[in-house]
């Protein structure tokens, strides 16, 4: 019974969608204000029926009902409850479901706090978002309905794949999804300033916020998942180039471009179709990325068949938001005048760098992904796209944005003076001399692309820092006027100081984890002992352990150095039996120079056990660094000029036109 | 064309979607490194290079799956019996095809693969150009110091303003 009603909200919501997403456009066209004020009623009604149906679902879950098909497919009533709630959306139905939820969420979002929007433009945005709520709609109720009945039900549920039994990845997907349909915010003020044919500082300033909080989000949901990769595929790997990753990674980079151009358009009223082709093309690829990992042939290999008409339908409704945005944005682009001129060296040209290179590496990692399936597709034949392509390809783009990071924030608007910046950033440079040649003199041996790659990582954070100490002026004035201008200088500026200090942070990790790493694979008795980069593993014995929904053995590892014991590592090979599969629950010990890490593998058969140890020398950077861009992130998210809300368009005209006189702002001074 | 580009999309996705649930439950072979750890070292290199044919992009060298290992296996045979490198992956990408690789090789068919991070740097940086070029003559007109007319404009405003 539950099921019908979420069954039935999921259709009503449909029918309050397709209102939205046409009534209040035709008001705003006709300037009808009965019409245009149907448009936040409506969000907040398909909010809630939207959200009773994900209820139902999850009723259905938690109370293992498995007369409905999706429960009995993916669940299993031995699993810990966190697990039956994560269930929800660990399979292809219940996942369209969790991205419809946020995206009403956030449409409703726009609906409650939305006040300072003016009605017309709200209502386009609005009805534009429920365009696409009806495309998902359509999509869940025609081609992946999780209600669907299954008669008569079966004692048991078939289970949930043992890799997603884990807390990094019960959180990972809807971290993933909410920076996902974030940019659809970004995408439906986009549109919306379209039909419009209006875009200026005040949209820029709406839009922001949105982007802002959807890379948030993004950001951390793509750290979850390569920090589970890490510890729960048990090789020490966290990044692979496939496909469902760069899925993801390809919205971040064009987010990450759009984050920055926004401010363009805010602070100069520059740059503005690029920023709304940018808003596009971030939501366009996070569709595809939701697509191609959640199109039903990604997700689950054992749950349920293909079925074609989930593949035409997505297809249909991929071309259909590409195709339709870009017709509007072609007739509608050109008549947005850009605004504020500005030099190639120039905070503006700063982000243009950016841009331009960021949207590179972003074409480059959407054309090794999808390469393969067109040459398979049209030839015939078979290749692999792997991370030596990627390595070769995206890393060089990434290395002048990385170089480029620290000058950006030093330069002025309008004309920047990069020899005056250079100067400004002279502690950077020596620091990074520094670390370039104490990284030549304590790992000569290792691989030689250590050396630079450990030096810009450093230039990022000194240059960080740095630009915040210029700032404040620290040093140049008394300590208490620098405290004054800590605390008054604007919020954003310190979200750029975290993120990019946190970006060089990644790199670092990335850096030293994967030139110095020391890995060691070998058959082990009990009582022996390997030494793996100057510490020493003893392998004290294996003995089966009992789990909730598997069994287990579990290694134990003493660990010491120079005959100290530090730690006992405990890893576990684990055999889940709904359904059959082994997992491997890697032991790590995470200490500040790196983290040691133990997997015990197969016995032999003659009592001994395949063992591999790894010792990777800086890697919990790499998601520290991430925690650091998202902190970054927030704290920018509370600046003033978001909690106060965006201006009204006359007041964010006046604005334009001041950043528009020569003075320079308080940041680049 | 729509529907097998489907199909092989779904295909594609379905193998590799087989992702880490390959488990290695059954097996029988075991991990055993080589004992001269300079050929071990010969064979770790090439287990990078080889995908595990059931994995998401995973190389051979991290993966669980049964086929995975079964491969590392094959790899360091094939070293023990004294291939070269080359003739090794000479050996797998003659069973299971250029698939295998996980570095694309370049011929008739990954050319547009390898050229295309250029083709879109050099289009982007081109476009970039044109439109600073479009900017420039403006940009001239600002830096341009006014002219005597406008010096005496500027005067006469400023000398209002101080009155105020």
């Known amino acids: 019974m539950i099921a019908e009603l979420g069954h039935y909200a999921l259709v009503l919501a449909l029918s309050v969608a397709i209102i939205q997403a046409t009534v209040p456009l035709i008001g705003a066209w006709r300037g009808d204000p009965g019409w245009i004020g149907l448009a936040k009623p409506s969000a907040i009604i398909q909010c809630l029926l939207v959200t009773v149906a994900f209820a139902a679902l999850m009723h259905a879950y938690i109370t293992s009902d498995f007369s409905v098909l999706n429960v009995a497919t993916n669940s299993h009533s031995a699993k810990p409850l966190l697990y039956k709630i994560s269930g929800v959306w660990g399979n292809h139905e219940g996942s369209l479901l969790l991205w419809l939820l946020i995206l009403v969420l956030f449409g409703a979002a726009v609906a409650v706090f939305g006040g300072n929007l003016p009605a017309p433009f709200r209502a386009r945005v609005l009805s534009v978002q429920a365009m696409i709520g009806v495309g998902f709609l359509c999509f869940v109720l025609f081609t992946s309905n999780p209600f669907e009945r299954l008669l008569p039900a079966p004692i048991d549920g078939s289970g949930l794949n043992p890799l997603l039994q884990d807390p990094g990845l019960a959180f990972h997907p809807p971290f993933l999804y909410l920076g996902y349909v974030g940019f659809s915010m970004a995408f439906s003020f986009a549109v919306a300033a379209l039909i419009e044919g209006r875009v200026d500082a005040a949209w820029a300033r709406w839009v922001r916020p949105w982007t802002l909080a959807a890379w948030c989000f993004l950001t951390t949901g793509i750290a979850m998942g390569s920090w589970w990769a890490y510890y729960e595929l048990g090789w020490g790997g966290w990044w692979f180039w496939d496909p469902v990753e760069n899925a993801s990674f390809m919205p971040w980079l064009a987010g990450t471009a759009l984050l920055h151009s926004s401010i363009v358009v805010e602070k100069r009223d520059s740059l503005k179709n690029w920023t709304v082709l940018l808003a596009i093309l971030t939501f366009s690829l996070s569709l595809l990325g939701t697509f191609l990992v959640r199109s039903g042939v990604l997700t689950s290999v054992h749950a349920f068949a293909t079925d074609p008409a989930r593949g035409i339908f997505i297809l249909a409704f991929l071309i259909a938001v590409i195709a339709g945005s870009l017709t509007l944005y072609a007739f509608r682009a050109p008549a947005i005048k850009g605004g504020g001129l500005f030099a190639p060296i120039s905070r503006e040209g700063g982000l243009v760098l950016n841009n331009l290179l960021l949207s590179t590496a972003c074409a480059t990692v959407l054309l090794g992904t999808l390469y393969p399936l067109f040459l398979d597709a049209l030839t015939g034949e078979k290749i692999t796209v792997g991370p030596p392509y990627f390595n070769a390809t995206f890393g060089p783009l990434m290395v002048p944005v990385f170089l480029a990071m620290a000058f950006g924030p030093m330069l002025h608007w309008k004309r920047g003076d990069l020899q005056g910046a250079m100067q400004r950033l002279k502690f950077a440079v020596s620091a990074s001399v520094v670390a370039l040649f104490a990284t030549l003199i304590f790992a000569y041996d290792g691989p030689w692309l250590a050396i630079p790659g450990i030096a810009i990582g450093v230039w990022m954070i000194a240059a960080a820092l740095e630009e915040a100490a210029y700032r404040i002026r620290l040093f140049r004035v008394p300590v208490t006027e620098s405290l004054r201008r800590l605390w008054r200088s604007p919020r954003s500026a310190w979200g750029t100081t975290f993120a990019h200090a946190g970006a060089g942070m990644v790199i670092i990790g990335i850096v030293a984890s994967s030139a110095w790493q020391v890995e060691k694979l070998q058959i082990m008795k009990p009582g022996e002992s390997v030494s793996v980069g100057g510490y020493d593993f003893t392998f004290e014995g294996a003995a089966p352990i009992p789990g909730p929904n598997y069994s287990a053995v579990r290694g134990v590892f003493q660990i010491s150095r120079d005959g100290v014991d530090i730690a006992v590592l405990q890893p576990e090979s684990r055999t889940y039996q709904d359904p059959p599969m082994d997992t491997t629950e890697a032991a790590i010990r995470t200490s500040w120079g790196g983290d040691l890490y133990a997997v015990i593998g197969d016995p032999t058969g003659d009592g001994s056990w395949s063992t591999r140890f790894y010792n990777k020398p800086m890697i919990h950077w790499i998601w520290m660094g991430a925690l650091i861009m998202v902190f970054g992130g927030l704290v920018s998210l509370s600046d003033r000029r978001h909690r106060v809300g965006a201006p009204v368009r006359g007041k964010a005209a006046k604005v334009a036109a001041q950043s528009k006189s020569p003075s320079t702002p308080v940041v680049a001074k | ?164």
């Open chain 2, 1 to 164: 064309m729509l529907i097998p580009f489907l199909r092989h999309l779904i295909t594609v996705f379905f193998v590799l979607g087989l992702a880490g649930s390959a488990g290695s439950a059954g097996a029988v072979a075991v991990d055993r490194p080589m004992d001269d750890p300079a050929l071990e070292a010969r064979a770790r290199a090439i287990h990078k290079q080889l995908r595990c044919l059931v994995c998401q992009n995973q190389s051979i060298e991290d993966s669980n799956a049964s086929l995975a290992r079964d491969l590392r296996i094959l790899v360091r045979d094939r070293i023990a019996m004294g291939d070269s490198d080359d003739a090794t992956i000479r050996y797998i990408v003659e069973r299971y095809g250029d698939w295998v690789l996980l570095r694309p090789p370049v011929k008739a068919g990954t050319i547009l693969l390898w050229l295309g991070p250029v083709l879109f740097l050099a289009l982007a940086v081109m476009l970039i150009i044109v439109w600073y070029r479009r900017q420039k003559a403006p940009i001239a007109a600002i830096n341009t110091p006014l002219d005597e007319v406008e010096q005496a404009r500027l005067k006469a405003i400023m000398g209002n303003e101080d009155r105020v």
